[in-house]
């Protein structure tokens, strides 16, 4: 799997891409900015359209935004637009939502797109409610202070481990989702289940509801220590989706029936999954997903097994 397509709406909201000459039409709507290549080649940087964002007279009515892509953001940081918009965030004053970097592999590859910084975002939005970040390349959360944070998505091709124990290490009294895609050591990967292991807790995540530990090289160790946390009895719906799931992984859900029939979703797609084994998982909540599972490249002898995104 890769990312072809934009999302459609977001924070439940329809999206309305950013004209910097005509200015905000409906602030009720998701605000996308991007600079595309045309746009660059005439000269458009993304903080100009920050900037003409930031003065328009709606700009205190936005609730959410989505940052696109901006020129080469395969070498040039998003550090600048982060840093703008902690500067700025008088302007913000009802900003509860914002996605950083979502764009295509066409735009650019996951695995190259130049994050930041976001120790300072938290001071600056202490009522952001939704926070979802593209990409993990210099990506850092420092000291979280995300207290009203509802919902954290960290969509990569590799999750370094420093980052992890900065989520582990937060407190988090109001996260429902909490979605991490931690990729292929190839791509920025450098953790183990030692690591996964912190946030695997109750007491951390008294709200939590819904778990997506996902696109992982070590999807069945992940599944055999989830399984059996104390997370469990509190989930609606948990993601293993998109790694390396085989049945011996899967074996640990079918272990103890009871530990997933409070489910409403469980997605195990994209894995390594046997026919037998899908069967076998399909009653183990309200909805399981088991569709498009891979095969291995390679044969008996000397298999390989990929991630669904990493590059």
């Known amino acids: 799997m890769a ?12 999206i309305e891409a950013f004209d910097h000459k005509k200015g905000i039409q409906n602030s009720n709507l998701a605000i996308r900015l991007e600079v595309g290549y045309d746009d660059a080649e005439d000269g458009l940087e993304m903080l100009a359209v920050l900037n003409a964002l930031a003065n328009d007279d709606k700009s205190g009515q936005i609730r959410a935004l989505i940052i696109g892509v901006w020129q080469e953001a395969y070498e040039e940081s998003i550090q600048p637009f982060i840093d703008f918009l902690v500067k700025n965030n008088s302007q913000f004053t009802s900003l509860t939502a914002i996605f950083f970097a979502e764009m295509t592999m066409e735009d ?15 001071a600056a939005y202490p009522k952001l409610t939704h926070l979802q970040i593209r990409g993990a390349e210099g990506l850092s959360f420092g000291d979280i202070q995300g207290a009203s944070l509802k ?8 999750l370094a481990a420093e980052v992890l124990q900065q989520i582990a290490d937060a407190q988090w009294p109001e996260l429902e989702h909490l979605e991490l895609w931690l990729g292929d050591e190839n791509y920025g990967w450098n953790g183990s289940i030692k690591d996964v292991q912190p946030l695997l807790s109750a007491e951390k995540f008294p709200q939590l509801k819904h778990l997506s530990l996902k696109n992982s090289e070590i999807q069945d160790d992940i599944t055999v220590q989830v399984i059996s946390s ?7 719906v948990l993601d293993l989706s998109m790694g390396l799931m085989t049945d011996d992984g899967a074996e640990a859900l079918l272990a103890d029936k009871s530990k997933t029939e409070g489910l409403d979703v469980l997605d195990v797609s994209e894995n390594y999954l046997s026919d037998a084994m899908s069967m076998k998982l399909s009653d183990l909540a309200k909805t399981v997903k088991v569709q498009e599972q891979k095969i291995p490249d390679g044969d008996e002898d000397d298999e390989y097994r990929y991630v669904s995104v990493s590059e």
């Open 3 to 14: 990312i072809y397509d934009y999302i459609k709406t977001f924070y439940g909201l329809n």
């Open 108 to 122: 650019n590859e996951i695995s190259w797109i130049q994050q930041g910084d976001y120790s300072a975002l938290w």
């Open 151 to 158: 919902t954290l998505i960290v969509e990569t091709g590799g």
């Open 230 to 236: 104390d997370l469990m009895s509190q989930l609606s």
